[in-house]
């Protein structure tokens, strides 16, 4: 049973990652509308069925009946019991998912004449391939068929969506939507890889021996990202994936100056990344208004050079720590699993590099390739340790009401606490006291 929980809590988190994924799926899309100033041969129902399965007008009286409809019958004005409701607005929703993801083909009959798919959404059904697979299992695990069915249909619809794409397009246009879409599934990884070290911090109230400059470098060097992209008009991946690094990396950063024990050393890293990013900011803004006297291109140039800095330095700041870990024994102080999602990540950027032959995107990548790699095998050398037995703490508490008439003899308390032993060194006051393995003697009389 614990293992079938365990499945369903893992399928909802991966149907949220999805469905978001889903939400933004047409940005590539509309970053191509935005450098043509042209729609061309795309059809709106993907953009109108993501936010109304319908059609604008239509769309407004279906919204309202719908709306009606739901408020009057969860009432009981329509005399129909709670599951009756539930199963009518499944039937309904079944009918709109099941639109939304046929829209993406409603251009199919002149992609099959014109044998071109430009004006079919290519991100939005990779993306509804994998989205309506994850929501259908997550659909059979609960056991919900207005869950299942829609999107098992969503699968097939999007399997074919992407079956005409593929026999339609250019090799070199196929592989490189493909790496557009896979580094921006592999950057979102990579800019949420610090959470699950976060989340032992947050048990523990402690940051243990970890460094704050992965998160740091996160924010800092994805805000330089930020300004590059805009520079050299790489809105989709490169421009989105930054911004999601800089919200990312700066609420870990707050979180981690929030369970630190050496709160004013990481003020002063904070305060060095924010006078870093206030002179990119001037820099970004004089250079890209002219008064440089350097052409967009030249800023460019400029931005790249200080990205290759910035990113090699975000590679390496999970080993901030390698002379501590070299010394214990024990890589507990840097952060598995954005190591491994590094590799992963500096790979699929370095083939995307090559596609688009953008040198300042394949050097720090592939830098990141190699140090990720580093930093794995020594995670293998020198493996996590599970936590000591811990301590044992022992206090005598005097009872206040020793000595009284009522008492008569005085009396005193032996209190031992047991805890399991933390890895922060600074943060080993109270666990102790406040863990739950503990044992009550009173003393002898």
Not at 103 to 129: L, Y
Not at 138 to 154: D, E, R, S, T, V
Request: with cysteine.
């Amino acid at each position: 049973m614990a293992a079938y929980d365990t499945v369903v809590t893992v399928f909802k988190v991966v149907t949220i990652i999805t469905t978001l994924m889903m939400r933004v799926s047409l940005l590539p899309d509309w970053n191509r509308w935005r450098k043509n100033r042209n729609t061309a041969d795309m059809s709106m129902l993907p953009c109108v069925m993501i936010f109304g399965d319908s059609i604008f007008i239509v769309s407004t009286f279906v919204f309202l009946a719908l709306t009606l409809y739901g408020f009057l019958a969860l009432c009981g004005v329509t005399g129909q019991s709670h599951h009756s409701t539930e199963t009518a607005l499944g039937f309904i929703m079944v009918a709109f998912t099941t639109l939304m993801y046929a829209s993406p083909m409603a251009t199919i009959i002149r992609v099959v004449r014109t044998k071109t798919a430009t004006s079919m959404p290519f991100t939005m059904g990779a993306v509804n391939v994998l989205n309506s697979f994850c929501w259908g299992v997550y659909g059979g695990l609960i056991h919900n068929n207005f869950l299942l069915i829609p999107n098992i249909i969503g699968v097939t619809l999007s399997l074919t969506h992407m079956l005409v794409t593929f026999t339609t397009m250019g090799d070199n246009d196929t592989a490189i939507l493909c790496f557009e879409i896979i580094t921006i599934v592999t950057t979102v990884m990579m800019r949420v890889s610090l959470l699950p070290d976060f989340q032992r911090m947050r048990k523990m109230k402690s940051t243990g021996d970890m460094s704050v400059l992965p998160c740091v470098l996160l924010y800092a060097n994805c805000y330089l990202l930020c300004w590059y992209s805009y520079a050299v008009d790489n809105i989709i991946p490169l421009f989105l994936t930054a911004a999601l690094g800089v919200i990312s990396g700066a609420i870990l950063a707050v979180f981690f100056y929030k369970w630190t024990a050496h709160k004013r050393d990481v003020m002063k890293v904070f305060i060095i990344s924010a006078i870093v990013m206030l002179l990119e900011t001037i820099y970004g803004l004089i250079a890209l208004l002219g008064w440089t006297g350097q052409s967009r291109s030249s800023t460019g140039t400029a931005l790249g050079v200080l990205v290759i800095i910035s990113s090699v330095g975000l590679y390496a700041s999970p080993m901030a720590t390698i002379r501590h870990v070299i010394r214990t024994k024990t890589s507990s102080s840097m952060p598995f699993t954005m190591g491994v999602v590094n590799v992963i990540n500096s790979f699929c950027w370095v083939v995307y590099a090559i596609l688009v032959d953008d040198v300042f995107i394949l050097v720090p990548n592939a830098s990141g390739a190699l140090l990720g790699s580093i930093q794995l095998i020594l995670t293998l050398i020198y493996p996590r340790k599970a936590p000591s037995e811990g301590q044992i703490i022992s206090v005598t508490i005097n009872d206040p009401r020793a000595g009284s008439p009522a008492c008569g003899e005085p009396a005193s308390l032996s209190v031992v606490a047991h805890s399991p032993a933390q890895d922060n060194r600074e943060n080993r006051k109270s666990s102790a006291v406040e863990g739950s393995n503990f044992v009550l003697l009173r003393s002898p009389e």
